[in-house]
């Protein structure tokens, strides 16, 4: 394959716009012939790691084994977008360590808690300030914010168009 395969980590808190990013970045490179493949909190908590909850633990096997099957889909030529969570820097760091420096490119969603929290696409923050939903990120239990991130986005400032070209800009 004529490209050069990446692993895109995704990481911020819950809408901070991982998704809506990530989504647009692989309809992107799809449009330019790229072949990629999307790994989305949402989708593989269903399947692969449904066994998985929200716990300091779970989340490390959880960012663990997304980062094996990264690694397999890079290994076949793939770009792969990946889009967690993943609040802290040590699963993060085990994760870039599979990698080659090349291959992994961290993108930091800086989008305030406050932004983040009255876009509430789910319904989950109102949840957790409820006490319904325990253990949420930037709620009730910790994100560490990255300190060596190679692109930072704050979706408040910067429309999904222009996240893109930041993050294909450091493709190189
Ligand atoms: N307690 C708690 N804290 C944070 N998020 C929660 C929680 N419970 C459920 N959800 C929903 O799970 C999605 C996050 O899953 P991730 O696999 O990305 O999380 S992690 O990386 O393992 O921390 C997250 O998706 P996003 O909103 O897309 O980030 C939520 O929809
Ligand atoms: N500039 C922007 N970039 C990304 N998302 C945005 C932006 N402006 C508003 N949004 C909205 O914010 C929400 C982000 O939700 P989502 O992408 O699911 O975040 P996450 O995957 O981090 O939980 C969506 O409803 C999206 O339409």
Redesign the pocket.
């Known amino acids: 394959m004529r490209q050069s395969p990446r692993c895109i980590w995704l990481t911020?808190?819950?809408?901070?716009?991982?998704?809506?990013?990530?989504n647009a970045l692989d309809a992107t490179l799809h449009a330019n012939g790229v072949k990629t493949f999307l790994l989305?909190?949402?989708n593989v908590r269903h399947g692969l790691n449904k066994d998985l909850g929200m716990s300091e633990a779970d989340r490390a096997e959880n960012i663990r084994r997304v980062g094996e099957v990264a690694k397999l889909m890079v290994d076949a030529g793939l770009i792969v977008i990946c889009?967690f969570?993943s609040p802290y820097a040590r699963d993060r760091q085990q994760v870039r360590s599979i990698f080659t420096p090349d291959q992994f490119i961290e993108v930091y969603?800086d989008t305030p808690l406050e932004v983040?929290e009255r876009?509430d696409?789910?319904g989950l923050y109102k949840k957790a300030r409820e006490g319904v939903i325990k253990q949420f990120t930037g709620v009730s239990d910790p994100y560490e914010i990255p300190e060596s991130a190679d692109v930072i986005i704050d979706?408040?400032q910067?429309?999904?168009r222009n996240?893109v070209s930041s993050i294909l800009k450091a493709l190189g």
């Open positions: 911020g808190l819950s809408g901070s716009g991982k998704s809506t990013v990530a989305d909190g949402d889009a969570i969603l983040c876009r696409p789910k979706t408040s910067s429309n999904v996240s």
